[in-house]
């Protein structure tokens, strides 16, 4: 099993910039990543990676603007946010799983944080 923590969520203007982070416990797992659900939206991949580095994948919706880290030593994982746009008000959730194309191409994962609310106002 693996549990996974979310924070730095807030309520912020747009062009802000806003942090946030994700701890994980539990067994190891190759791949990680955020995910977001704005009201009455479908969930929607953000951004994933691997543990041990490589290639980042993004949405074209937050690419540019979004920067996902990981930090395996402190095992909690990064989303840097700048720019923020209304559009960008969802919950953020951070995922992990074995396989990483399961999250960036089919957006399923084995487990599931409880997401964190962001707020962006105009």
């Known amino acids: 099993q693996v549990q996974l923590v979310e924070s730095g969520g807030g309520v912020v203007q747009a062009g802000d910039s806003l942090r946030l982070s994700c701890a994980a416990s539990?067994?190891?797992?190759?791949?990680i990543a955020w995910f977001r659900q704005g009201p009455g939206k479908d969930r929607e991949f953000v951004s994933a990676v691997r543990w041990s580095g490589g290639f980042t994948y993004y949405a074209d919706s937050v690419q540019g603007r979004f920067t996902m880290s990981a930090d395996s030593a402190k095992h909690t994982m990064y989303l840097q946010m700048n720019n923020l746009k209304p559009e960008d008000t969802a919950v953020y959730y951070c995922?992990?799983?074995?396989?990483?194309?399961?999250?960036?191409?089919?957006?399923?994962?084995?487990?599931w944080g409880q997401g964190t609310q962001v707020t962006v106002s105009s």
């Open positions: 539990g067994r190891a797992v190759d791949a």
């Open positions: 995922a992990a799983d074995d396989v990483l194309s399961k999250m960036s191409q089919r957006r399923v994962a084995d487990y």
